[in-house]
């Protein structure tokens, strides 16, 4: 993560997400000589503090290593990448205010953001007002990419639609179709709970559920209700420090004795804060780092244990795609204005090295997705070592759980 012509300033960073991770083991913003010419600046925008703050912890560490590890090649361009980084503290006014603020005064070329879908939504309203590049690192819902899809908006983590459509059958298969939904109220959950709706009554299933807030802390009346309902499946569709609060009062109520529990997602970043008893379920993860038959992985894996000091999730490999694809595109389009920017990414193919993945993973031009893997599987007790904690039983193609272009209900309007 030479002679010095013009030194990268350095910039205040967030007090506290950020003392630690990434920017502790690489320092401070990476040196380089690149002819006089100005930094290309990546205005990063993500929820540094709040219930969202490690998975966007990990997204700005991931970024960071791939910042530095892209100056030691002469950058992008041949100028080195300045990341500058702001915390919408999981607010969608203060995150759109901090994109405008990158933009205007900070004179980014590309912005990336938000884990917030709500945030990430928002803000792609202000980068296509203004023609800036764009890459969602991980928020999922589905009209960043669907029904209000934009030129310049590009997008690394799955849809809600891809996650739910791959665990389904699964869920199914294992455990039966009476399933009781834990939903977070805000972009994500509406989009997440629909898309399982859709799969599982496609399926001849039933289900009830509760919407709660995003920060939600007392489980105790859904999880009675839940009881109540027998389902053969709760799903926890919250994600982040939500999440695990609501997993530990399961456990609390002894609940895994009545119910299986899966969902869409259950991150290592969640996992490891969740007790013993609560680390179960069949679940997806968008990407993980126990991949023994692929080289490249086992190589990044390494390197990044021994440079940041902790193993590498999907939001650290999140971040890292997301500044590798501005160099990809950057490269391709010789460029680094927006719409130029945007025409090069359109159906790119990632190397191995950054796609760090079986099979070919491309950004979809009709969408703009991303079409990776999606790792279903089981999770359990940590076995040879605290991350291990998953076991994939199946490998999803992004391209079969996503459905087609006219699925997403996105009609690309080209910039004018």
């Excluded at 898309?195 to 105790?220: E, H, Q, R």
């Excluded at 009881?227 to 456990?251: D, E, H, R, S, W």
């Excluded at 013993?276 to 991949?291: F, L």
Aim: hydrophobic share 40%.
């Amino acid at each position: 993560m030479p002679k010095i012509v013009k030194p990268v300033r350095r910039r205040t960073f967030i007090q506290g997400g950020l003392a630690l991770g990434v920017s502790q083991a690489i320092g401070a913003p990476f040196i380089i000589t690149a002819c006089g010419d100005e930094p290309v600046k990546i205005g990063m925008v993500n929820p540094l503090t709040g219930v969202l703050a490690a998975l966007a912890q990990s997204e700005v560490d991931g970024a960071k290593y791939a910042e530095t590890e892209i100056n030691k090649k002469d950058g992008i361009l041949g100028r080195p990448i300045q990341l500058l980084i702001e915390d919408s503290a999981n607010d969608v006014g203060t995150g759109v205010q901090k994109t405008r603020k990158l933009i205007d005064r900070d004179n980014v070329n590309v912005i990336l953001g938000d884990v917030n879908s709500g945030i990430a939504y928002a803000m792609s309203q202000v980068t296509n007002e203004k023609k800036v590049f764009h890459i969602v690192p991980g928020g999922h819902t589905d009209p960043i990419t669907g029904t209000n899809c934009k030129w310049n908006v590009f997008r690394v983590c799955n849809t809600t639609s891809m996650e739910a459509n791959a665990v389904t059958p699964e869920l199914v298969k294992r455990f039966g179709k009476k399933w009781f939904f834990i939903t977070p109220d805000y972009a994500y959950g509406h989009t997440l709970q629909e898309a399982f709706v859709k799969a599982l009554t496609k399926s001849g299933g039933t289900y009830d559920g509760d919407m709660l807030p995003i920060n939600n802390t007392d489980f105790s009346a859904t999880l009675i209700k839940a009881k109540a309902y027998k389902p053969n499946v709760l799903l926890n569709n919250i994600g982040g420090l939500t999440q695990i609060n609501c997993m530990k009062q399961f456990t609390q109520f002894g609940m895994q004795k009545e119910m299986a529990l899966g969902g869409g997602l259950f991150e290592l970043e969640s996992v490891k804060g969740c007790p013993p008893e609560a680390q179960t379920g069949w679940w997806d993860m968008e990407w993980w780092w126990n991949q023994p038959d692929v080289p490249e992985v086992v190589k990044f894996v390494a390197d990044y244990r021994a440079t940041v000091n902790k193993t590498p999730t999907a939001r650290d490999w999140f971040g890292y795609v997301s500044v590798h694809s501005v160099r990809l595109a950057a490269e391709k389009a010789k460029s680094l204005d927006g719409p130029k920017l945007a025409a090069a990414l359109e159906d790119l193919e990632l190397p191995p090295d950054v796609a760090l993945q079986p099979g070919k993973v491309r950004y979809r031009a009709g969408d703009h997705e991303l079409m990776p893997n999606i790792f279903v599987g089981e999770v359990h007790t940590p076995k040879s070592g605290p991350e291990d904690v998953f076991t994939v039983a199946a490998l999803v193609p992004g391209e079969e759980a996503a459905g087609s272009v006219a699925d997403t209900g996105c009609k690309m309007v080209q910039p004018t």
